[in-house]
């Protein structure tokens, strides 16, 4: 277990030190999204021994190699899909996918509404910073209407995903969106997405100064920070088809969807025993030997 | 007496400013001073206002500062105890 220790900074047993500074720049979001996760995992009390984190490829995706945790940087937009194999062959295990908007809901996006359609026991934390940010800017299925992306130099067109709404149709059990701004309403929101079972996702709005606010002559990170004080409303329990994110307007933050439902793995041994009934044997637990 | 202590980590800051701004009792500035890359770190301008609450650490992206609070000072205590 983890000794907390005041002289050093509490988020530092969770990182690989060595790498530090890391490659994000100055005002994105992602660290600060890193150390909600550290609080939630130390509020949590989770044994870090069965912990997993998958992440894809982006910006986000970075922090796979950041966080001193069992973690895997996979390919891009197949982050759900190891976790899903991850946890399918080691049930114990808490796997928590943490990737951005990009990876998640666009090059994986079918894995996304699958996981959350099959109710597959992952956490997904999303961070959304509305474009893609590592290729250099070009529009991405949650860049909002009218913003100025490098593929769509004269102002995008194209509808958004809503991602708390496209995640709930799907049948997600735990719906969440809070913004970089809200640290410790994100700690406690990723506390409580590890108590549920099921397929949990969390939206994290965050800022990616260098090509979403720079084009969109947004200011740097810090303005945005101030814009989502002012503009984020806590809505708890909002119809997720009302939380639609726009350029400059309104961020609806809060939990929006908590409800439980069966989970892939209780559905897949319901089916089995019904349809077997004595003739059904469990696989017995995958056991790890280290060292 | 302050109750809490904010530490720096003055060479992995990048300056973005959060620490400074969301400082609930704004104990932090943006120093005049570079690190090795060329960032203002923030440094403490007002440490007696400093609560530990450690809103620093959880805004910073680059885990460059964090706040802890400070024991009170038992001693004083126990003496007033004994009279």
């Given at each position: ?11 530092e047993p ?19 999204t890193?150390?909600?996760f550290?609080?939630a995992?130390?509020?949590s009390k ?5 912990l ?8 986000t995706?970075?922090?796979?190699g950041y966080?001193k945790?069992d ?36 090059i ?5 509404i699958?996981?959350a359609?099959?109710?597959i026991?992952?956490?997904v ?10 290729t250099g800017g ?15 130099p004269?102002g995008?067109?194209e ?5 708390p ?13 809070w913004t ?5 309403q ?6 409580e997405a ?20 720079r084009?969109?002559k ?8 101030k814009y ?28 929006f969807?908590?409800?439980?439902r ?6 897949m ?15 017995p637990?995958?056991?790890c030997?280290?060292? | 007496?302050?109750?809490?202590r ?7 800051c ?19 001073a570079?690190?090795s ?14 609560s ?23 001693l004083?205590?126990?003496a007033?105890?004994e009279?």
């Amino acid at each position: 277990m983890l000794n907390i220790d005041d002289t050093v900074n509490p988020v530092e047993p969770f990182l690989r030190s060595d790498r530090m500074p890391h490659i994000w720049c100055p005002g994105c979001g992602i660290g600060t999204t890193v150390n909600s996760f550290a609080r939630a995992l130390i509020d949590s009390k989770i044994d870090l021994e069965s912990l997993a984190l998958v992440s894809g490829i982006g910006c986000t995706g970075r922090v796979a190699g950041y966080v001193k945790l069992d973690s895997f940087h996979t390919t891009h937009g197949r982050a759900i899909p190891f976790a899903t194999g991850l946890k399918l062959a080691n049930p114990k295990l808490n796997v928590v996918v943490y990737s951005g908007d990009g990876d998640l809901s666009a090059i994986g996006g079918n894995h996304l509404i699958h996981a959350a359609r099959r109710n597959i026991d992952l956490k997904v934390i999303c961070v959304n910073n509305l474009i893609y940010a590592m290729t250099g800017g070009q529009t991405a299925p949650t860049t909002p209407g009218h913003a100025t992306t490098s593929t769509n130099p004269y102002g995008t067109f194209e509808p958004a995903f809503n991602l708390p709404h496209l995640v709930e149709a799907a049948g997600a059990v735990y719906v969440a969106r809070w913004t970089t701004f809200h640290v410790r309403q994100l700690a406690r929101s990723i506390s409580e997405a590890f108590q549920k079972k099921g397929f949990s996702f969390i939206e994290v709005i965050s800022p990616c100064p260098t090509l979403y606010q720079r084009r969109n002559k947004m200011g740097d990170g810090l303005d945005t920070m101030k814009y989502y004080k002012e503009k984020s409303k806590v809505k708890h329990g909002t119809p997720t088809s009302e939380v639609g994110l726009t350029l400059n307007g309104e961020i609806a933050v809060g939990k929006f969807v908590d409800r439980d439902r069966p989970d892939y793995q209780s559905m897949m041994r319901a089916q089995y025993v019904e349809s077997l009934g004595e003739r059904y044997i469990e696989e017995p637990e995958v056991e790890c030997v280290c060292g | 007496m302050a109750k809490g202590r904010v530490s720096i980590v003055v060479e992995r800051c990048k300056a973005c400013g959060f620490c400074v701004e969301f400082c609930p009792t704004h104990v932090l500035a943006l120093s005049s001073a570079f690190n090795s890359k060329g960032y203002h770190p923030p440094h403490v301008v007002h440490p007696e206002k400093c609560s530990g609450c450690d809103l620093c650490g959880m805004y910073c992206p680059d885990f460059a500062i964090y706040g802890t609070k400070v024991a009170e000072p038992k001693l004083v205590k126990a003496a007033g105890g004994e009279k």
